[in-house]
């Protein structure tokens, strides 16, 4: 009767390991992690683009009605998407599933503007 054939092991998970154990940290290591304690610059929020969307949320509905609230900046040939009145520069805002003059959340400020 022969003898089943040992599963392999995933050899990466062993080699890498041993690279971790032999190799000597680069000698900037040391100059990375002084750098990390100092503070570093906020960088600036990325410029709209179709990776940097978000969806909005409904909000409740207001007693004093709608009239104080801005309108979202439809975005030119993107049908559906906008961009926040109290942050333009934040990203684009998914508001397709939304009718027009809806209040719904601006999910980079978390206030409310309505649907264009």
Known sequence: MARPAPKPRPAQSRQTSRKQNNETPPSDAADASNSQASPSPTPAP?????????VAK??????????DLPYGIPVPGKQGLVTSP???DSGYIDVRSFPPGTEVKDPYTGKSFLTP
């Not at 409904?58 to 009239?67: E, F, P, S």
């Open 46 to 54: 990325a410029p709209p683009n179709r990776n940097n969307v978000r």
């Open 58 to 67: 409904a909000t409740a509905v207001r007693k004093n009605g709608k009239d």
């Open 86 to 88: 109290f942050s333009p």
